[in-house]
């Protein structure tokens, strides 16, 4: 059960850019992210960013081409993010697909045939053992 805690930490940590000490730390870790993305010959998808700790988010922001879009709540920054991606056509990071794809499903209810099948799992098959 610590792995698979560990590893949701990691992919959690992979698609939220979670600053514990304040906003201007957040420039870095955008820039680490627009890297580690150039690595996989990606760009800088849609991207959530928060301020605080778990318990008290200060800041909630979507990034995406320079622009910092603010937003009130974590639920409000997800939900800009799934769209967005959408509206766009946007592929999500590879690094962190699954994930979009579970949080399209569970939080925006948008389902697409096929999504998820990619390592032969399912994101249906994924919700159903949440539930």
């Known amino acids: 059960m610590y ?3 560990y590893i949701i930490n990691i ?10 000490q304040n906003v201007s730390d957040i420039e870095n870790r955008i820039e680490e992210r627009k890297l580690q993305l150039a ?5 800088l998808q849609p991207t959530l960013v928060f301020v605080g ?18 937003l009130t709540n974590v639920i409000d920054a997800v939900e800009l993010a799934l769209y967005t991606f ?6 999500y990071p590879s690094d962190s697909e ?10 925006g209810g948008i389902k697409v045939p096929g999504d998820g099948r990619k390592n032969g799992m399912s994101i249906v ?3 159903g053992q949440c539930v």
């Not at 992919?11 to 514990?20: A, D, L, N, T, V």
């Not at 909630?60 to 603010?70: A, E, L, S």
């Open 11 to 20: 992919m959690i940590y992979q698609i939220f850019i979670c600053s514990y």
């Open 39 to 43: 690595a996989a010959k990606q760009t």
């Open 98 to 107: 699954q994930l979009w794809l579970f949080l399209q499903q569970a939080v």
């Open 125 to 127: 098959k994924l919700l």
């Open 53 to 70: 700790n778990y318990s008290s988010i200060t800041t909630c922001m979507v990034v995406f081409d320079c622009i910092r879009y603010y």
């Open 86 to 91: 959408f509206a766009l056509d946007i592929q």
């Open 3 to 5: 792995i698979l805690h």
